[in-house]
């Protein structure tokens, strides 16, 4: 028989992951949040009985797995509060699914309540088209060893792909997280911003931006990053640097700045693939450097 799960913190992640679990034969015994209303539609969306919505903590007495679907700076007082004011049940496991902290950032009053994280490695910009991207999602496992079984049948559940982490690895984790996801939002603003001084509307520009971004992702899946790489950078082509530079400069010092500091990260990519050559690179060097 499958656990019986509470939800805390109905949001995005929480209604994605409390859909799939539910139909996956996981039994909801509440769904726990702040706004009685708020809390009930998103038990409507999980799909289960809308009376297991409350904003009453004494619910969480009822599941024998607490996902708490919270922000990061609430974990630790959500989780005392749990600890303090509600009769948990031998063997309770508490779960977060914070990317940064590791599970024992969760307060237990004894070794009987476990303590885990699951992090699926995705950007949950709307829970709806998360329930799609969940399916085959990496997912993090960090926390007690002996919940790490349950951490991945819960991720095989809901058709996600899990790997263990150390916890002492979780911030550097989150770090490359936020690096591949987070800064590439950034920089794709960042170019759509420069195709705007060109005379292109913004729509128009993250068209044109599209494509090139999917080649370029398909391209690092297959290939790796060192042979994906392309540009004037790997060509060795400091004269086309130069003129970048130039033109940047003349339009913003922050867009300038920005490029050389993605640009000496791309030629320590070129210089280990080993298509750029040592004089070729030492050239643009220089130009960086200034």
Known sequence: MKSALVLIGPGRVGCALGQLLYNAGYPI??????????????????????????TDIQAAAKGEVLLLALPDDQLTDVSTRLCNEVRLGAGTCLIHFSGLHPAEILTRKNKD???????PLLPFADRQR????????????????????????????????????PSESKQIYHAAACIA?????????CAQDLLAECGLEPQQ???LLTPLHRATSANIL??????ALTGPIVRGDAGTVAIH?????????????????LAKETLKLALNSGRLSADKAKNITLLLEK
């Open 181 to 189: 996801s987070n800064f590439m939002v950034s920089l794709m603003a």
């Open 245 to 261: 530079l130039s033109a940047l400069e003349n339009k913003s010092a922050e867009s300038a700045d920005l490029y050389r500091t």
């Open 222 to 227: 297959e290939l790796g990053p060192e042979q």
């Open 113 to 119: 309540i476990g303590l885990l994280s699951i992090h």
């Open 29 to 54: 015994a509440s769904v726990i949040g702040r706004n009685q209303g708020k809390t009930e539609e998103a038990a409507r969306f999980i799909g289960c009985d809308i009376k297991v919505a409350t």
């Open 130 to 165: 998360a329930v799609a991207t969940l399916k085959n999602c990496p997912c993090a496992i960090e926390g007690d060893l002996n919940r790490h079984l349950l951490g991945q049948e819960l991720v095989a559940a809901f058709g996600g792909e899990s790997f263990l982490l």
């Open 205 to 207: 520009a993250r068209q």
